[in-house]
């Protein structure tokens, strides 16, 4: 099992972007999914982004043409890059790999 640690979350206004990170403490090649998740306030935690080990991705109606998702696998690394980003975008925004969970970062998308 793997020990997540994301960074990169803030605070942006409106149309602006943000690259969140996610490092594991082990190897990643041989984990098939990766995914990002996150919550906003009173509401439940949302796939945003999935990742396989051959690169394929699938993304949330709300977030395609806007986010992208990636994995460095020789840095242990899934990125999202976040761009055009709105204020229902805001949330906490946590990495999934295995069983394992990051602990969340806050991103904030406001004017």
């Known amino acids: 099992q793997v020990h997540l640690v994301e960074s990169g979350g803030g605070l942006v206004h409106p149309g602006g972007s943000l690259r969140l990170s996610c490092v594991a403490s082990?190897?990643?090649?041989?984990?098939?999914?990766m995914g990002w998740y996150r919550q906003a306030p009173g509401k439940q935690r949302e796939l945003v982004a999935v990742i396989n080990s051959g690169g394929s991705t699938n993304y949330a109606d709300s977030v395609k043409g806007r986010f992208t998702i990636s994995r460095d696998n020789s840095k242990n690394t899934m990125y999202l890059q976040m761009n055009s980003l709105k204020p229902e975008d805001t949330g906490v925004y946590y990495c999934?790999?295995?069983?394992?969970w990051g602990q969340g970062t806050q991103v904030t998308v406001s004017s």
């Open positions: 082990g190897s990643i090649t041989s984990i098939y999914f």
């Open positions: 999934q790999a295995s069983s394992s």
